[in-house]
């Protein structure tokens, strides 16, 4: 049964990709990172992660010794539809996904797919977020 993130390039991300690392290692399971992006996102944090970024991330699990697979589905479905379906695929035992703060108005107009994803999953699910530090500035 292996750990599932929700990875984006962002802080969000970052802290979420951290977790899920953690997590692997104290349960022994594969992880499998998730890089959806939503086909009319607005904000960077949907965006699919540039071929430095994926290779940055699949050294970082290999440093760690973490048996991994990342993942970059491009279909129309909404990222929170992605991650719950692969986690429902692969009998995740985990879910990992970061928080970000949004306005209410926000959340009403792109949703949130945090909120999908905690309420909708078959399995825990653990929401982190970013060092405020962290937040301030990009990863890599």
């Known amino acids: 049964m292996p750990v599932i993130v929700g990875y984006v390039p ?7 990709l951290e977790r899920g690392i953690h997590e692997a290692s104290l349960r022994g399971e594969r992880l499998i990172i998730v890089n959806a992006s939503a086909g009319d996102a607005v904000e960077g944090d949907s965006a699919l992660a540039a071929a430095a970024a994926v290779s940055r991330v699949a050294g970082q699990l290999e440093n760690a010794g973490i048996e991994h697979e990342i993942r970059q589905p491009q279909r129309s479905r909404s990222p929170a539809d992605e991650l719950l379906s692969i986690a429902a695929a692969d009998a995740a035992s985990l879910i990992v996904i970061g928080l970000r703060r949004r306005s209410p108005v926000g959340k ?3 949703g949130s797919t945090a909120q999908e994803v905690l309420l909708n999953a078959d399995c825990p699910v653990v929401a982190v977020k970013p060092d405020r530090r962290q937040s301030r500035r990009s990863p890599g």
């Open 108 to 110: 009403i107009l792109f």
């Open 10 to 16: 962002t802080a969000v991300g970052e802290a979420a």
